[in-house]
């Protein structure tokens, strides 16, 4: 018997290209195992190291949730009052208040003093001025003024300084809206 074999009907495979190929494919899933063996060791290593620490967390929560002591507690609320106290002071708009203050304070008065009190909404102004009708003046301004209620002199005396200066130190208090 006489075989003959045609090659040209005949499909072949090219046995190193099929080996390479192989050899490429079996590589890249070892390297993808060992990258997903290494993500998983060190999410292992990240979850040990949280549950420690809420382990800690909870520890120290335990200790502190006990409660605290009633020395502690009052100092705290002192320290928060201070606070509020400083807060309550800041509240105060200085700059409105000086701008009012310079409509109202005419020619020839000077204050030194001036003392707003939150709380019951006063303002207290002290000051020289030279003569009694400045004075007079700065309490009609303050009288006429918006937001301003309520001004009483409170005090008023002669004053010298040495034999030409002359003039009037005074205290008006007054009733004024901060806002």
Sequence with gaps: MDLKINLSTRAYFDARLLNAATVAVIAILILAVLVNVRTLATNAGQKARLVKDVAALDARFATSAKGVSERDYQELLKKIASANGILKKRGLDWLLLLNRLEEVVPEGVAISSIEPNLKDGT?????????????????????????VTDVYLQSQTDASVG???????????CKVSYS
């Design 123 to 147: 303002l207290k102004l002290s000051g020289t001025a030279r003569q009694f009708r400045n004075l007079r003046m700065l309490v009609e301004n303050l009288e006429a003024a918006p937001r």
């Design 163 to 173: 034999t030409t200066q002359k003039g009037v130190t005074f205290s008006v208090t």
